[in-house]
């Protein structure tokens, strides 16, 4: 088969032998042969269209592991590979506009929601958790998973008896990792601490960060009063939820009280089930 010099491969291409070079030292686009002692490189013809996708695709800022997956697969699959990398592109972007249009907000003094926040009082009750440090794109996929392993280890402790919570012992977000613990109330301490107990002997030698390893935790949640406001699942994503928790906030500063515990999503819903505009979620502060 006829091999095509650098410099006609480039002309051919329309990409320079500078990032011709480059893409060989990443790894997604290798000549077809290189002179060992000069170095010297040349492509197949069938060469040129990988090496122009390749640059549209870097156009993309698409990562090169990417890049690399997508100009293996045949023409179909590296399409709908394409579509998966662009929708999740897109679904990014419009999280980071509502964040722009929230700290804009922020910045005016203006808010574009109105929240009635209201005050509960919660008795003293036992529960089960989970405790994990995480980043905020990780809380989508741990809290539903987090809640379900609790809920279902709640049968050997009497049942569930309250709604399920996320409490965030500190800030959650791309940079800050928490902690944020998941906990279910249950109506029995007694066999919840001696659940706690054999579980957490039958799971010493698991791997730490496997859900197997993670035996849950068993404590006294204090009776206190909590401030909080109602959302819906739209609202939940973030950044919307940031502005319900501001809310809650500026309530209890405005007022005098104080904060006495970390701060919590309180699900009372079927999320499965919900609409976007389904209220399922409870923002609250323990207040003193």
Request: charged share 25%; net charge negative.
């Amino acid at each position: 088969m006829e091999l095509l010099t650098i410099g006609d491969f480039s002309a051919r291409s329309r990409l320079s032998p500078k990032a011709l070079r480059l893409y060989d030292r990443l790894g997604l686009l290798a000549p077809a042969r290189v002179d060992p002692a000069t170095g010297y490189r040349w492509y197949r013809p069938d060469q040129v269209e990988q090496a122009r996708l390749v640059a549209l695709l870097r156009q993309l800022d698409m990562p090169l592991a990417r890049i690399a997956e997508v100009v293996a697969l045949p023409g179909e699959q590296a399409a709908d590979a394409l579509k998966a990398y662009w929708t999740d592109v897109e679904e990014r972007h419009a999280v980071r506009r509502a964040l722009a249009a929230h700290i804009r907000d922020r910045l005016s003094g203006r808010s574009s929601h109105m929240y009635e926040i209201r005050t509960v009082d919660v008795p003293e009750r036992t529960v089960l958790a989970e405790r994990r440090h995480l980043l905020s794109d990780e809380l989508p996929q741990w809290i539903p998973a987090a809640l379900g392993r609790l809920t279902g280890a709640a049968a050997a402790c009497g049942g569930v008896a309250g709604v399920p919570f996320v409490a965030y012992h500190a800030e959650v977000n791309p940079d800050s990792d928490g902690p944020a613990e998941a906990c279910v109330p249950v109506a029995d301490g007694a066999a919840a601490r001696a659940y706690v107990a054999s579980t957490s002997a039958s799971t010493t030698a698991s791997p730490a960060d496997s859900p197997a390893g993670k035996a849950p935790t068993v404590r006294t949640e204090p009776a206190q009063r909590l401030a909080y406001v109602r959302i819906t699942k739209a609202q939940v994503a973030h950044p919307q939820i940031l502005s319900a928790f501001e809310a809650v906030e500026r309530w209890i500063e405005r007022r005098g009280l104080t904060v006495t515990g970390p701060c919590r999503e309180i699900y009372f819903a079927d999320w499965d089930a919900s609409s976007a505009t389904d209220e399922v979620c409870d923002v609250a502060f323990p207040i003193g």
